[in-house]
């Protein structure tokens, strides 16, 4: 195990994450914690940095490297949006410096798509194709999120991607919708579950009709007394189906796709992309994807000797 | 101007429609009120709708017939659904009776489409269509609302219907989104708005992507500062465009349609539809439906003789 090289910090809208890192990537410290950015806004966002840094031991000069809504309008230093199509590398190279008397602190910029039609914001979830864009890696990335995001990956730029609102149309319909009764109680869904697997083909086949879909969850509760653990996996199906239907729209016929997922969301879009026939020749986790990717870019920005593992 | 027959409710979730009729079904008057379902169950039923009959003077024996969510399960008396297909006047035929010590009180039952993929409900939007299938018109309608209705009317009957969640949807995206900054202080929608018709075209030809179209509407906002009305008026195409493309996938090509609607939706409705080709041969009013709909049953349930007036 090497000695501490760098920090590393992925701080999003209702999360915080960070790794300390020797020079070849290796973990040697971690910490999470649910500080947001409204949380970490009040208490101060480099008082929340430092707390956790000491907690870890970690001294006056050693560098960070952050990515995530921290770099957003309603963060601690705003990291403007580079325009697609560009290199990730550059990315890396043109992070927003965070005035600090203790350490070297830089926040990566998000990606900005500016379609007058189609107009597409990414900040975050493009630091987990730093790695792989690094590796050689072309093709179409998926990966799956409140806002989940289908990246196309172009000799190691982000030429194009369309994010869809699925996990927050999932929450909003669990909890604030007419749905919520016909919901409340069910079990997390099972990717196994019939109920998920039709909610993805029926939402595949009739993708326009997905509002009719999503009363006939109400109805089926009224009339049949559906219990919410059905209702529920048949939800997430229909929003992940709607979504891959979704994505063949905007990006024409799709053979193959990256999944870069964390937690259940992997296993139900593992699935979802398979009844769709979409192949899935790589499958990453997603957390260790920005973890690399923050590396990546600190070794850039940094300008840190490169050493293998 | 005749002498009072008898009386008819539109009692939904969240408002009180009462007319006082003659036996032509000309109205003597009315009251209006927000008491809806919650209110209303607090206060008590009969409490509410006899302060309303004694505001307008009002005495016992005279009979009421009533339609809409106050005969759900959380209503009044639950007035069991019918199963679709069903004849209009059958309907009428089949109220739930409200125990009254004053009065004959009737609730129009719903109906329901036992189908196990696509189950539907509809309660009260039904009584809208009476008046029109005594008057011997068959063919679809659109009624518009929270939970909006296509029915097809065939032979006097409700051979078929789907809802779509389209009202909510737009106040869940308008209110509880991450939409919600990009479309705060937006003017009500002016159904002549480019953004609107645009967003009635582009969810027209591609529904499927209505998640990520809504995301857009965020991304807008974030890189060019797109005002609030015009988000407003695209996301109400949006939504609208996905509803019309969602009833041709559900129900096949469709040629012409009714459009029963009130207030700013008429409108809204009528130039959505225009631009996606359907002719609108008749457009009515959907207050002057529901009252003439409750009169009919009324008629019919409580045996009344029909005068022409």
């Avoid at 500016?114 to 900040?123: F, K, Q």
């Amino acid at each position: 195990m090497g000695t501490l090289s760098h920090v590393v910090v992925d701080w999003g809208t209702s999360s915080f994450r960070l790794w300390a890192l020797d020079r070849t990537g290796h973990v040697l410290g971690e910490r999470r914690s649910a500080q947001g950015l409204a949380a970490s806004a009040a208490e101060g966002f480099e008082a929340v940095l430092e707390s956790h840094l000491a907690a870890l031991g970690i001294g006056d000069g050693v560098s960070v490297m952050m990515c995530g809504m921290v770099g957003s309008r309603s963060g601690w230093v705003e990291a403007a949006y580079l325009d697609a199509p560009v290199r990730l590398d550059e990315l890396a190279a043109r992070g927003t410096h965070v005035p600090s008397a203790r350490r070297l602190i830089h926040i990566l910029p998000g990606i900005a798509q500016r379609d007058p039609i189609h107009p597409d914001v990414i900040r975050g979830e493009e630091t987990q194709l730093l790695a792989l864009a690094r590796r050689g890696h072309d093709g179409l990335a998926c990966l799956p999120g409140t806002h989940g995001k289908w990246v196309q990956l172009t000799d190691g730029a982000v030429a194009r991607f369309v994010t869809f609102m699925t996990g927050e149309l999932f929450q909003l319909l669990r909890e604030r919708s007419v749905l919520a009764p016909a919901l409340q109680g069910g079990a997390p869904v099972d990717p196994s579950s019939p109920d998920f697997s039709a909610g993805v083909a029926d939402a595949l086949a009739a993708p326009a009709s997905i509002g009719n879909a999503l009363f006939a969850l109400r109805a089926g509760w009224l009339l049949a007394d559906r219990p919410a653990d059905a209702a529920l996996a048949r939800l997430s199906g229909l929003l992940i189906g709607l979504e891959i239907a979704g994505a063949r729209e905007r990006l024409g016929a799709i053979a193959a796709v990256t999944l870069i997922a964390s937690g259940p969301s992997a296993a139900l879009y593992r699935q979802a992309l398979a009844i769709a026939g979409l192949a899935v020749p790589d499958e990453l986790d997603a957390e260790d994807c920005v973890r690399r990717g923050l590396h990546e870019a600190a070794l850039i920005a940094f300008r840190l000797e490169r050493v293998s593992r």
